[in-house]
């Protein structure tokens, strides 16, 4: 059986998006012939915590560990709330402090390419020794933190092992890397250290279409592209929401502010009393303030029910419980080729996807092709109200479903068969 050494920093009891794509490889990777061997580290500073999902690693699985530095923890003592908020990737665009700037400016120019790199050079050392002793020749780094990669380019280096890079979400290409105040000097250095993951593995792996395609710009290397997915069977059945619930699971950070969304609900509220008597808008995980100053803007503040982060089963079962599902990106074109996790587990729970983000969205497309739901633009109105109207009709004759298709491809047994056959290829 092939040995394989995943190197990765998000790993229960880790919560969130992050941690669920190399949990679910390995927890099915075993069912292709490969055995995985884990690498994480000892003292990580998780923003969010799950810990049912250790409940989901294969027995007998070897992991290894080392301590690490963080800055996040050493920073606490500024402010510990506005630290957990930058560390999770929430970054107010307005009316930032200067204790926020400080560390924004920081974080961009002094941790490169993040505050995980003090973990690079323990973690080469002590690898290079479990790589020898337990006879591995194929490595994975999953990013970000891109630091992660730089274990591997390390490793590449000096043991000449094979190498598969990937990448959950793009580098210098991603959204709130413009946030974090850069000079010259670190965008460059940026580039360069992208530059040479990507031309130094044998492989990279992206999570969409858009981001491979942004790749082959950079390097010649072969480049697959492996969704995210979902876990198929769920234990128990669960009974529909009572009320016309618009459920959003997981964060909704800055800028992920579908304005016409809100105006639209504020306008069939204000028109229809029973339409106003069902509607509720439900929020499960962080909500940033921007998007809950716009809800009361809109008068939307009677329909709120916000429960706060809740463990991944309590998230399916939430999916699965709600009329609709909402799914937002943020409005730019560098998000074009981002595909939420939720995406597919929203698929999954089979209900209709009431999806808005950028024009040419890549996750847009899947949940055309799927049937899996509707897809509108930030300045969608007329056709957003009417689809809207349409599934509370169908809501009030009990007959709201999803007709979503063709959504196996996307199952996590499904997309770790595609990886397995990339690992035993190179």
Known sequence: MKKVLIITYYWPPAGGPGVQRWLKFVKYLRDFDIEPIVYIPENPHYPIEDASLTKELPKDLTIYSQPLFEPYGAAKFLSSKKTKRISSGIIQANNQSFIERTM?????????????????????????????????????????????????????????????????????????????????????????????????????????????KEFEEITSKPISVITNGYDSGHSTEVDLDKSFTISHIGSLLTGRNPKNLWKTLSRIAAENAVFRADLQLEFMGVVSQDVMDSLYRYELGPYIKMRGYGSHAEAQRKQRQSQLLLLVEIDSEETKGILPGK????????????????????????????????????????????????????????????????????????????????????
């Open 104 to 212: 924004l400016w920081v974080r961009g120019n002094f941790f490169i390419p993040d505050a995980r790199k003090f973990w690079v050079k323990p973690s080469v050392k002590f690898l290079t020794d479990v790589i020898e002793s337990d006879n591995i020749d194929t490595i994975i780094t999953t990013g970000p933190p891109h630091s992660v990669h730089l274990i591997g380019l390390q490793l590449k280096t000096n043991l000449k092992i094979t190498w598969l890079a990937d990448f959950r979400d793009p580098w210098t290409s991603i959204g709130y890397h413009k946030k974090l105040k850069l000079t010259t000097s670190s965008q460059k250095k940026h580039k360069i250290m992208e530059s040479a993951v990507l031309n130094e593995a044998d492989h990279v792996i992206t999570t969409s279409k858009t981001t491979k």
């Open 343 to 426: 995406l597919f587990e929203y698929m999954a729970a089979k209900r209709p996807i009431l999806a808005l983000g950028p024009k040419d969205w890549e996750a847009g497309q899947i949940i055309s092709q799927t049937n899996s739901g509707k897809t509108f633009d930030y300045n969608s109105d007329f056709d957003l109200r009417d689809t809207i109207l349409e599934w509370y009709a169908a809501y009030k004759k009990n007959n709201l479903i999803s007709n979503s298709v063709d959504i196996e491809k996307y199952s996590r047994k499904s997309l770790t068969e595609d990886l397995a056959k990339i690992l035993q290829k190179i």
